[in-house]
């Protein structure tokens, strides 16, 4: 190979891994960013809660200590008298946590797994919360109403036995079950099956927002029933639906976040009101 053949071959691969290691080393920050964040999440979660044991652990399948966050302080604050939620566990918690702090509210918990209602009700006896859930357990069983899964998929659409009892004016809907593996676009049904239980002023809050079936799931449900949609960089997506003109006074957010969009270049902290990013990085915002 000629000098310079062999000279411009090892300038090409020397800018490679140069910039292979500057990405590798903005994906570390990135992580560590994140990973802060939780941990500063969890530390202003355990500031704000009365319970005396210990949460069930926090990654992989429960709700993250950013969500948990949010959730608590917009109950203290909105003192909400009826939320329901799909998916019982950690949130179940510290749902019924800050409704025994603010002295009022109701939380009705639907689960599908006894394995799990019987670990979460363990904890809420623990806790001596029992009085403020009613966790509703049962399996889950065919829903041939409107849904996003096809009617013939291989795995036909489910979701919990419908039971209404004390199902009037939900201030708060926090969805998070039934799991994905149950069926494609499992959670869709939460909206069709409890939109006449709302008031004008319901929220939606879905949980794992950031993967496309849920952000598919949330803007069928904003069209078909006019709630407005706005996606939370939460480390998994908060994607937060409200009806259309809803009281503004009702829906101001807790710690007055920044109101994002859905756009890469915003971080999880910057839900937190925090920035972590390197000084260039924000200039070339
Ligand atoms: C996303 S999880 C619900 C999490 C719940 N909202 C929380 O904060 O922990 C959805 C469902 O997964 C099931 N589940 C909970 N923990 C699980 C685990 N460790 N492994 C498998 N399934 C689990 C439960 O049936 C639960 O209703």
Same mark, same amino acid.
Request: aromatic content about 4%; hydrophobic content about 20%; proline content about 12%.
């Given at each position: 190979m000629e000098k310079n053949v062999q000279d411009e071959l090892v300038d090409r691969l020397t800018s490679q891994l140069r910039k292979l290691s500057n990405q590798q080393e903005k994906n570390i920050k990135s992580l560590i960013n994140d990973l802060y964040t939780q941990l500063e999440s969890f530390s202003w979660l355990q500031k704000g809660l009365a319970i005396k044991g210990i949460l069930p652990p926090?990654?992989?399948w429960p709700v993250s200590p950013d969500f948990l966050l949010r959730l608590h302080r917009w109950i203290r604050k909105h003192k909400p008298q009826l939320v329901v939620e799909t998916g019982s566990g950690a949130s179940t918690l510290v749902i019924a946590d800050a409704l025994r702090q603010n002295g009022t509210g109701a939380l009705i918990s639907f689960e599908h797994l006894k394995k799990y209602g019987d670990q979460t009700w363990q904890t809420l006896v623990d806790e001596e919360l029992t009085q403020w859930v009613d966790l509703r357990v049962g399996e889950l069983v065919l829903w041939d109403k409107?849904?996003?899964?096809?009617?013939?998929?291989d795995k036909p659409s489910r979701w919990y036995p419908l039971n209404f009892d004390?199902?009037?004016?939900?201030d708060l809907l926090v969805v998070d079950?039934?799991?994905?593996?149950?069926? !494609?676009?499992? !959670?869709?049904?939460a909206v069709p099956a409890l939109f006449d239980r709302f008031t004008t002023n319901t929220e939606i809050w879905m949980d794992d927002a950031k993967r496309q079936d849920e952000k598919d799931i949330c803007e069928r449900w904003a069209k078909l029933y006019n709630l407005d949609f706005e996606f939370i960089p939460l480390e998994k997506g908060l994607a937060r639906l409200t009806r259309?003109?809803?009281?503004p006074q009702r829906n101001v957010p807790v710690s007055q976040p920044p109101i994002v969009g859905?756009?890469?270049?915003?971080?999880?902290e910057h839900a937190l009101g925090l920035d972590f990013s390197l000084p260039e990085e924000r200039h070339s915002r």
């Open positions: 926090l990654r992989g409107e849904h996003l899964n096809p009617e013939d998929a004390n199902i009037n004016d939900i079950g039934p799991p994905e593996g149950t069926c !494609r676009y499992a !959670r869709y049904p259309s003109g809803a009281s859905q756009d890469d270049s915003v971080k999880p």
